[in-house]
């Protein structure tokens, strides 16, 4: 049977919610959004990205490589992003729906070093680890999807990603999300979902595997990003756009300047995605916080990421697309 959790900030006696934004809120973040994406725009250098943006109407300078995104491009591809997801486990029993306000969790990623587990010894994350960690995820019954938890430093960066997968998904039966950074690795990553799935048709009924990229703030979507996106969308299978923009780095130092170009850099990932194939399942995605001043470094943990996180949350809300949000 698959899992259907309980929901979040419902309006009842039984529970409390945290609304961080009220709707008037939600409105002026949406609105500055649409203006940040049709008079500044978005900037990527793919070529292919470039041509699906024209084919919906947005203009393109294709000189300077920018993107115009009118406000109705924007809110069609709201509109045709599916508001429930399906995101499959090796077992069906692991099954997950991503809707409304239900609440899932999974693994932080993506640690390049670790502490030893025998030895104690703080070391550079390997292929091992990323086993121990499958195994491990698979056990526990809090955690409802795996996340690529480690880098594979052990083995070439051209197949390290590869092989993350493939440890996952040879040692999970829950739903396993990963990077792709390329077309090739996009592509490289749906053979070996449709392998793990049961073929290309029984992939499209229950998708087992789902990717993240990151735009690069501020208001930038490189080929590594729009690849994987154009690449998933063909698919059919499910994709998160996930911002990781730096309050005073990246991005704007107060944190609602900072929702705005989060969100335009979300919003023009999806309205790549839809403009790729309408309906095709993007998910809204963050790893947004502040930028640590005295390192120049993103701080994991802190009041603001959860500040953040819980903003972004409401506006995925608002817009009726599943999320997927950092976490400490």
């Known amino acids: 049977m698959s899992r259907r959790l309980i929901s979040s900030g419902v309006e009842d006696i039984r529970g409390f919610g945290l609304f961080g934004l009220s709707p008037a809120s939600l409105e002026q973040i949406h609105a500055a959004t649409l203006e940040v994406l049709w008079h500044t725009g978005i900037k990527t250098v793919c070529r292919e990205a470039q041509a699906y943006y024209e084919g919906v109407g947005c203009t393109v300078d294709a000189a300077n490589h920018m993107i115009y995104i009118p406000a109705h491009v924007v ?50 994350s390997c292929y091992e680890d990323q086993v121990r960690v499958a195994i491990l995820v698979d056990a526990l019954a809090q955690y409802d999807l795996l996340d690529v938890a480690v880098e594979c430093r052990d083995l070439p960066p051209e197949i390290g990603n590869l092989a993350s997968y493939q440890a996952m998904a040879s040692h999970s039966t829950k739903h396993c999300t990963q990077s ?12 070996m979902a449709f392998a793990v799935a049961g073929g290309k048709e029984a992939f499209a009924r229950r998708p087992v595997a789902s990717t993240v990229v990151c735009p690069t703030s501020p208001l930038t979507i490189s080929p590594e990003t729009t690849e994987p996106i154009i690449v998933y969308a063909e698919n059919n299978a499910p994709c998160t756009v996930l911002s990781m923009a730096m309050a005073g780095g990246t991005s704007p130092v107060t944190l609602a300047g900072t929702l705005v170009t989060h969100n335009a850099e979300v919003l023009a990932g999806i309205v790549l995605g839809q403009a790729v194939k309408k309906g095709a399942p993007n998910l809204y995605g963050s790893s947004t916080t502040i930028m640590d001043l005295s390192s120049a470094t993103a701080t994991i943990g802190c009041p603001e990421l959860a500040m953040l996180s819980a903003a972004v949350a409401r506006l995925a809300q608002f817009y009726k697309i599943p999320s997927y949000v950092a976490g400490s």
């Open 75 to 124: 809110e069609d591809a709201i509109i045709s992003t599916p508001a429930s997801v399906l995101l499959a486990g090796r077992d069906p029993k692991n099954d997950l729906h991503l809707e409304g306000t239900r609440v899932n969790f999974c693994n932080f990623s993506k640690g390049v070093n670790v502490v030893d587990p025998d030895t104690g010894a703080y070391r550079p």
């Open 180 to 191: 792709a950074h390329s077309r090739r690795e996009a592509e490289k990553f749906m053979e």
